[in-house]
């Protein structure tokens, strides 16, 4: 029995999927969700629950064209798991199937929905998640950060990283070239890269301290310039900030010297 869920900024087509795949004897469950952020948020619950736990979710069905987070996005995000729910595409678009095939979709089901295509979609989901195998995971290497571009892995290295800002579950690590999306809390890389010269300077930021070109004080506001973007520092962490420059500073005097 498969646990769904069920993706559409419609209402009217996020109903009529949900009753259709309710109706579908070999699904077990069927949640719907009215936007790819909520539909992540449920995501995640059922990545922490695990693949047999009280939140998993086994396939998710999935609109493309919606306001702000598409399908697409989503789609490429949960490629960077280990362990992501199938995905089915459910949408009016005949035009994205390339893309959706590349992002390993099991299928790609047109809008208005035909309840024995569909049924054909969930045989596959079905079959596929009976009989695929867990998937590896290999300890991260420490000097690079495995990142989800178009389907494709790519690696990131941490000495090209600026700074690193906190969306919520994930982060996005910012380099001299553009950012990219990683699911991982903010917390876990301040502790793992603490000993690499990564300082948090807010709740929402970690920076790497040799790309800091300046410290503005104004008005006893404390912002840093990372490249073309400044920062904010919190009242909490400018202390500590501004010690850890004047250690490095000097540090670096007495190299050159």
Do not use: C
């Not at 035909?114 to 867990?134: F, I, K, M, Q, W």
């Not at 906190?166 to 990219?180: E, F, I, Q, S």
């Not at 501004?242 to 050159?256: F, I, N, P, V």
């Amino acid at each position: 029995m498969l646990r769904a869920l069920a993706v559409d900024d419609e209402r009217p087509s996020l109903e009529e999927l949900l009753y259709l795949l309710g109706a579908d004897p070999r699904i077990g469950t069927v949640e719907g969700a009215g936007d790819a952020t909520g539909a992540l948020r449920r995501i995640n619950r059922a990545l922490e629950s695990g693949p047999h736990g009280p939140d998993a979710i086994d396939v998710v069905f999935l609109d493309i064209h919606m306001p702000g987070l598409d399908g697409l996005d989503l789609a490429r995000l949960l490629t960077g798991f280990a362990a992501p729910p199938l995905v089915v595409f459910v949408t009016a678009h005949e035009d994205f199937a390339v893309q959706a095939f590349d992002l390993k979709a099991v299928d790609y089901v047109l809008k208005p929905v035909r309840t024995e295509r569909l049924a054909e979609a969930v045989r596959r989901a079905a079959d596929l998640r009976g009989t695929a195998p867990p998937i590896p995971v290999s300890e991260p290497d420490p000097d690079q950060v495995p990142v989800e571009l178009g389907g494709v892995t790519r690696f990131v290295a941490v000495e090209d990283i600026t700074h690193v800002e906190a969306r919520g579950d994930y982060v996005r690590l910012h380099t001299g070239t553009g950012n990219h999306l990683v699911r991982i809390p903010l917390s876990t890389l301040e502790d793992r890269w603490s000993g690499r010269g990564f300082v948090r300077i807010h709740r929402r930021h970690l920076v790497a301290l040799r790309h800091i070109d300046e410290l503005r004080l104004d008005a006893g506001a404390v912002n840093v310039l990372v490249g073309s973007e400044e920062l904010q520092v919190s009242r909490r962490h400018a202390r500590e900030l501004r010690e850890m420059l004047t250690r490095r500073t000097a540090h670096q005097g007495r190299k050159s010297g």
